[in-house]
């Protein structure tokens, strides 16, 4: 590798300091906004149509007569799907497929399930297109989504991860009411065509999600007298490297220098080959081959903490909120309220969702409330509001109830990545939030599960949601060995 340099002269004083290095340099901005648009946009398809998991559920029972707890696995097994999907988009990316592949895929593999899903004379086939394929292709789009979306920023990180995962909160609220109005007017089947061409457009979210473009870094040493020898502009731009401000003097190196040498870096961009392209598939904290994906779960101290299976369970049983999602329109229908009616409920039910998780985020960073703590009160008031739901029948107290269950249950989404690093540490937290993940996804095919079973048995709505409540109890109970822990200083800050 040789550099370019203006000026003619020799220059035996520049001496190396470090090897070539490759590596991405995010844009902080630019193109990195189209991106931004590309996550939030396949947040609002993906969170959308998983909401509306109980809109469809109603549409399906119409459609093929079947019970509500063999239909309602469709639904569960796509939103659980969403939660596994994790760990076999990192196995892609280890083979060394980029973002853009892998949500460019994803698009066409779920594209295809639901016009599949058109066509299947049953349920049982319904439960493999729709919900295995379809919510294992959409995991993939969504975890590759928002993770080159954080690849492309540095300082403005926070505020693009906000901007695109706030996506999934408009989905939340526009498209379970959109769905119940195609459903009403194309049917079923129709309806699965559009909701098809959702995620057709995938494929456009992820062209837009293109790879950096790798750069070698060089630093160099060059003496103050051999700097101001330069010509009559002084600046090390006459010997081919960079501009003037992107001087680091012996003061900001990282290795300590004479006073009298300053240290440059030489940035020069590289052919987009095919094995640059391959590189820059990986952020710096994507596995970029299967030791390294090992590696991410090989701290044995984590399989060690019990209260890290504390943590797990606690979750298992707060994941029972998730299949509200998919019984509040039934309930709604059950009470008197039409159908438009309970679409609406689950909408509020989005719109809640997207503002508490920036009310989490205040509680803990601005007012300083122990993380700990306020999802143990978080637990509570969702229990109480999930036992109180057989007693609202007007379509007011529904929206009332919801809401407060909405609330509590949205907390713990921006809690647990956070509860999770107090436990385990920093250094363990991507390890441990995977297997937070899958056990959430097993909460989210389960209770879905469950409540149908029950409620075909005994024909109660009342009794499938004190089920409910009585689950969340034990999360509860759970939650008060991680405060108790908490109280003797057991965890990480």
């Known amino acids: 590798m040789s550099f370019k340099i203006r000026n003619s002269k ?12 490759t590596e991405l340099r995010p844009p902080d901005g630019g193109w990195g906004w189209a991106v931004c648009f590309a996550a939030f946009m396949t947040n609002f398809t993906i969170t959308g149509i998983t909401s509306s998991n109980g809109v469809i559920l109603l549409a399906l029972l119409d459609l093929y007569n079947e019970s509500i707890s063999k239909t309602s696995i469709i639904g569960s097994i796509m939103t659980g799907g969403s939660m596994f999907g994790g760990p076999f988009t990192l196995v892609l ?11 460019m895929f994803a698009g066409i593999v779920s594209s295809a399930s639901a016009i599949a899903s058109a066509f299947v ?27 080159v979306l954080g690849c492309y920023f540095t300082t403005k990180r926070a505020l693009a991860l906000g901007i695109g995962y706030s996506g999934a909160g408009c989905g939340a609220i526009a498209l379970p009411y959109l769905t119940e109005k195609s459903i009403s007017y194309y049917g079923m089947r129709g309806t699965f065509f559009l909701i098809a061409g959702l995620f057709l457009n995938l494929n456009v979210y992820g062209a837009l999600c293109r790879p950096l473009k790798p750069v070698i870094k060089q630093r160099f040493k060059i003496p103050e007298s051999r700097r101001n020898s330069s010509d009559e502009k002084g600046s090390v731009t006459n010997l081919g490297f960079i501009p003037e401000d992107e001087i680091i003097s012996d003061t900001q190196s990282e290795k300590s220098v004479p006073s009298s040498e300053y240290i440059i870096e030489k940035i020069e961009e590289i052919p987009n080959t095919l094995q640059m392209r391959r590189l820059s598939a990986f952020s710096e904290k994507t596995p ?43 309930y709604a229908e059950s009470v008197g309220l039409n159908r438009e009616q309970g679409a609406l409920v689950v909408s509020v039910f989005g719109a809640i969702f997207t503002l508490s998780q920036i009310m989490a985020g205040i509680l803990v960073d601005f007012l300083h409330i122990q993380t700990i703590y306020l999802f143990s009160a978080l637990l509570f008031s969702m229990c109480l509001s999930i036992a109180f739901i057989p007693y609202c029948q007007t379509f007011a107290t529904v929206v009332l109830d919801a809401a ?14 956070v509860m999770i690093a107090s436990v385990l540490g920093v250094e363990k937290m991507s390890a441990g939030y995977s297997i937070l993940s899958s056990m959430i996804g097993i909460g989210y095919i389960v209770y879905p599960l469950i409540t149908g079973i029950v409620y075909d048995m005994t024909r109660s709505f009342a009794f499938v949601f004190n089920l409910d409540a009585a689950f969340v109890s034990v999360g509860i109970l759970l939650s008060f060995g991680l405060v108790y822990a908490q109280k003797k200083g057991k965890f990480y800050n």
Not at 93 to 103: E, P, T
Not at 305 to 318: A, E, H, V
């Open 404 to 417: 407060i269950i909405s609330m509590s249950y949205s907390c713990g989404i921006t809690l647990r990545i």
């Open 10 to 21: 020799k220059l035996p004083e520049v001496k190396t300091v470090t090897q070539p290095e």
């Open 288 to 330: 970029s081959d299967f030791g390294e994906l090992k590696s991410i779960f090989a701290h044995r101290s984590m399989y060690t903490n019990k209260y890290f299976y504390l943590l797990l369970f606690t979750f298992l049983f707060w994941a029972v909120g998730d299949s509200l999602f998919i019984y509040y329109p039934s």
């Open 93 to 103: 990316l280890a083979c060394k497929a980029s973002h853009r592949q892998v949500i």
């Open 121 to 147: 004379p049953n349920v049982e086939m319904l439960i493999l297109t729709y919900g295995a394929l379809g919510g294992l292709s959409l995991a993939g789009a969504f975890f590759s989504a928002n993770v």
